[in-house]
């Protein structure tokens, strides 16, 4: 089955610069690829996804890129702020009907000033 | 704005006990799904749904079997309680599709003694 590796399981960021979280998956036939964002003792809030069909997507601060060759996609925060600092989750699905998302174990963000 | 319901939110039991969760949603989606998240924040996909069939059952223990009375709904019963069941469960849903978004329910937290 599919495997998701999230290569940083912390990352520290100066407010208003960018973060980086990087992962890499196994199953070629994985097709869609969403981000998690989860702060402390609350659930998974969707924050942005990439499809298979594109290598690149943004929405406002968030930018996403997918490597399909290397099977690997990244986030970008840019322009973090204090808000921003949670556990980012990366997740893969094959484009099989109804499969459930294979998570990485998640990244740490924090935020300072 | 919270559409995917779970209750309870906190759930403190014996080794042995019988539980059961439940899930709403109201995002008029055809799909459900379970997930496990372990003290390490690890995240694995139990159980799917689409319109009261099984579609994922991944390989977790007999002792825990899903029910669905609609597709709105799809609670988690756990027969007889082990120390290693105590995590958080995590609710979602989706449209039909693989690459649809999945959005998450607040979670129940369930301990063993």
């Known amino acids: 089955g599919e495997k998701v590796e999230q290569h940083e399981s912390t990352l520290s960021v100066r407010e208003g610069d960018s973060a980086v979280i990087n992962c890499t998956y196994t199953d070629t036939a994985s097709s869609y690829f969403p981000w998690y964002k989860q702060e402390a003792g609350k659930s998974l809030h969707f924050v942005i996804d990439i499809r298979s069909n594109v290598d690149r997507k943004q929405s406002q601060r968030l930018i996403v890129l997918l490597d399909k060759k290397a099977k690997r996609f990244s986030l970008h925060i840019t322009a973090t702020q204090p808000e921003d600092s949670a556990i980012y989750f990366c997740a893969a699905s094959p484009n099989n009907y109804a499969q459930g998302l294979t998570f990485g174990l998640g990244t740490r963000v924090s935020v300072f000033p | 704005e919270t559409a995917v319901f779970q209750t309870p939110n906190y759930h403190v039991t014996q080794v042995g006990n019988e539980v059961s969760f439940n899930c709403k949603q109201t995002l008029g989606h055809d799909t459900m799904y379970w997930y496990k998240q372990d003290s390490k924040k690890l995240l694995k996909i139990m159980f799917s749904y689409n319109n009261k069939q099984l579609i994922v059952n991944e390989t977790v223990p007999r002792r825990f079997s899903p029910q669905s009375s609609d597709k709105a709904h799809l609670n988690l019963r756990i027969k007889s309680v082990e120390p290693e069941d105590s995590a958080v469960y995590l609710c979602?849903?989706?449209?039909?599709?693989?690459?649809?978004?999945?959005?998450f329910g607040p979670g129940t937290r369930l301990l063993v003694l």
């Open positions: 979602a849903s989706s449209t039909l599709g693989a690459q649809d978004t999945q959005y």
